[in-house]
Antibody, heavy 122, light 107 residues
Framework: EEQLVESGGGLVQPGGSLRLSCAAS????????MHWVRQVPGKGLEWVAV????????YYADSVKGRFIFSRDNSKNTVSLQMDNLRAEDSAVYFC???????????????WGPGTMVTVSS | EIVMTQSPATLSVSPGERATLSCRAS??????LAWYQQKPGQAPRLLIY???TRATGIPARFSGSGSGTEFTLTISSLQSEDFAVYYC?????????FGRGTKLEIK
C-alpha cells in the first residue's frame, strides 16, 4: 500500500527553524516528484514547493523562497523541508504529496500524507 | 500567478440530487486541472485530473469537464459521503495554485 507520513511539526518561535520530514512507502520513490502543500486550519490549500525525483530540480512559492529548502534522500525514501526564519504566517498543517505520473515533475497529487502541524508563536 | 476562482463558496444540495461546482482560471490553459475532496481532519483526496480523468477508485458519479478558463466538477447523484469541501488546482504553470474551495452541504 502506498503511504506518506509526515513528522517534525511543532511549536517554534518567530525567527526560529524547523525541519519537516515525510517518509514514503509502497511505491518506487525515486521515480516521483514530491510536493509540500500547507493549510491554515479552516482555510484553503497553498502549494509550497516541489522537488523532482532525482532531487536535481526544486521550485518554491514566493512566500517561502529563500527561507525553505526542500531536499530528498532516495536511499531512505524520505523528503525533508528545512524551514528557517519562520513567521507567524507560516503556521499551518503541512502535507507532503506525490505526483501522479512517474518521471514528470508536473502533475496532480494522487497521494497525500495526513499532515503535520507547525505553529509559529512566541 | 494563475488565480483560481471557485463558485459558489457554499452549495446546498439534497442527497440524490446533482451538484455542479465551477472553477475559473485567470489565464487560459488546456487541461492541467485537478479536483480534490477534503473532509474535516483529513488530507485532500484526488478526484479528477487532466480536467476530466477520474482518479483510481473514484466513483463514476464524479465527472469533470472544461478547458481554457472554465472548468466544472459534477456529482451526478449526491451520496451522504460526498458532503465535503472541494478544491480545484491548476498544475499548468508555477506556482501551482488552488481555488478557495466550495463547501458542499446537505440541504
Amino acid at each position: 500500500e502506498e503511504q506518506l507520513v509526515e513528522s517534525g511539526g511543532g511549536l517554534v518561535q518567530p525567527g526560529g527553524s524547523l525541519r519537516l520530514s515525510c517518509a514514503a512507502s509502497g511505491f518506487t520513490f525515486r521515480s516521483y516528484a514530491m510536493h509540500w502543500v500547507r493549510q491554515v486550519p479552516g482555510k484553503g490549500l497553498e502549494w509550497v514547493a516541489v522537488i523532482s525525483g532525482s532531487g536535481g530540480s526544486t521550485y518554491y512559492a514566493d512566500s517561502v523562497k529563500g527561507r525553505f529548502i526542500f531536499s530528498r534522500d532516495n536511499s531512505k525514501n524520505t523528503v525533508s523541508l528545512q524551514m528557517d526564519n519562520l513567521r507567524a504566517e507560516d503556521s499551518a498543517v503541512y502535507f507532503c504529496a506525490k505526483v501522479i505520473v512517474a518521471r514528470f515533475i508536473d502533475g496532480a497529487f494522487d497521494l497525500w500524507g495526513p499532515g503535520t502541524m507547525v505553529t509559529v508563536s512566541s | 500567478e494563475i488565480v483560481m476562482t471557485q463558485s459558489p463558496a457554499t452549495l446546498s444540495v439534497s442527497p440524490g440530487e446533482r451538484a455542479t461546482l465551477s472553477c475559473r482560471a485567470s489565464q487560459s490553459f488546456s487541461s492541467n486541472l485537478a479536483w480534490y475532496q477534503q473532509k474535516p481532519g483529513q488530507a485532500p483526496r484526488l478526484l479528477i485530473y487532466a480536467a476530466s480523468t477520474r482518479a483510481t477508485g473514484i466513483p463514476a458519479r464524479f465527472s469533470g469537464s472544461g478547458s481554457g478558463t472554465e472548468f466544472t466538477l459534477t456529482i451526478s447523484s449526491l451520496q451522504s459521503e460526498d458532503f465535503a469541501v472541494y478544491y480545484c488546482q491548476q498544475y499548468n504553470k508555477w506556482p501551482y495554485s488552488f481555488g478557495r474551495g466550495t463547501k458542499l452541504e446537505i440541504k
